[in-house]
């Protein structure tokens, strides 16, 4: 087996794809060292594990979990034989401030990270899938929607709302590709200052809950 001398650096470097990459050596005090170069990373993240939850997202964890089993979890069996969700739990939600975890607090949401909409979620799903589906639309399809391409006067408008007592809805299956977003067949054509939709959608998520929210509400 052929050897080289160790570098008196802990790390050499090589070129990969024209970039300078550090290879896995020996420690500088080795004699030898192996020829064949191991890549490895020249940093490493100094973020914590996502199991490991900031004071924050422990106590909004513990507190999801302990609404989702008080109050989530005695009626999840009458919402299954009725095949309906409980209107005063989507009301609860809001109070919660579950609706709008992520929305700034400017806007009247918990201004909080998308991390934290995971586990609320997470910790809904635990007790009962069903609303833990309106919350993840609401927070993770709507209002981020809202966040990331809607205008200062659009996120003014329907944040708060959002955040409140205004639902949210994802339509996204049609009836010739289902969930294949890459197959959708629905338009969205530019028309001076406006688009112009253009296509059927099959189911609309959140939809039915219009009227199960106290008014005033807007299905959005």
Known sequence: KMFRKASTSAFRTRRVNG????????????????????????????????????????????????FAKERIGPKVKSMDAKSELDKDLLNEAFEQGLMGIEIPQKY???????????????????????????????????????????????????LPRLAKDTVGCFCLSEWSCGSDAFALKTTATKDGDHFVLNGTKAWITNSKERATVRDPIELL
């Open 19 to 66: 970039l300078a990459t550090p290879l896995y050596t020996l420690p500088a005090t080795s004699v030898f060292a192996t020829t064949t170069p191991f890549v490895r990373q020249a940093t490493y993240s100094t973020r914590p594990a996502v199991t490991e939850l900031s004071e924050d997202e422990e106590m909004l964890r513990s507190t999801v979990a302990q």
């Open 108 to 158: 009247g949401g918990g201004g909080m990270s998308f991390f934290s909409s995971i586990l609320a979620i997470e910790e809904l799903a635990k007790v009962d899938p069903a609303i833990s589906v309106i919350v993840d639309v609401q927070n993770t399809l709507v209002n981020n929607a809202f966040l990331r391409w809607g205008t200062e006067r659009q996120r003014e408008e329907w």
